[in-house]
Nanobody
Framework: QVQLVESGGGLVQAGGSLRLSCAASGSIFRINAMGWYRQAPGKQRELVATISIISGGRTNYEDSVKGRFTISRDNAKNTVYLEMNGLIPEDTGVYYC?????????WGQGTQVTVSS
C-alpha cells in the first residue's frame, strides 16, 4: 500500500499564495506520475496539474492555472509540490494529491484551499 499525506492548505485573500505539499510513503517500487486535482462545491473533481516522474518531469496544467501555478517534485523524498500564486476565488476547493505508484492510482485525503475576495 501507498499513503499520500498532503499539507499546506488554508485560507488566503485573492492575489495571495499558497504552497501545497504531498509526501508519498509505503511500498513504492515504481512511480509514474504525481499531481493535484481539486473539487469545488457542487462540481466534479478536475485536474489541476500533473508531473511525470519517469519522463523527464514533463508537466501538464489545467488552462485556468497556467502561469499562476507551478508543480514540482523531489524524487528523493517522493514528494510533489504545488506552488499557487495569484489565487482567485475560483481556485477554492478541496485539493487532492494523486499518484500512480506500482501501476495503481492513489489519492490523498484532500486539503482545503479557500480564497476570499
Amino acid at each position: 500500500q501507498v499513503q499520500l499525506v498532503e499539507s499546506g492548505g488554508g485560507l488566503v485573500q485573492a492575489g495571495g499564495s499558497l504552497r501545497l505539499s504531498c509526501a508519498a510513503s509505503g511500498s513504492i517500487f515504481r512511480i509514474n506520475a504525481m499531481g493535484w486535482y481539486r473539487q469545488a462545491p457542487g462540481k466534479q473533481r478536475e485536474l489541476v496539474a500533473t508531473i511525470s516522474i519517469i519522463s523527464g518531469g514533463r508537466t501538464n496544467y489545467e488552462d485556468s492555472v497556467k502561469g499562476r501555478f507551478t508543480i514540482s517534485r523531489d524524487n528523493a523524498k517522493n514528494t510533489v509540490y504545488l506552488e499557487m500564486n495569484g489565487l482567485i476565488p475560483e481556485d477554492t476547493g478541496v485539493y487532492y494529491c494523486y499518484g500512480n505508484f506500482n501501476f495503481r492510482d492513489y489519492w490523498g485525503q484532500g486539503t482545503q484551499v479557500t480564497v476570499s475576495s
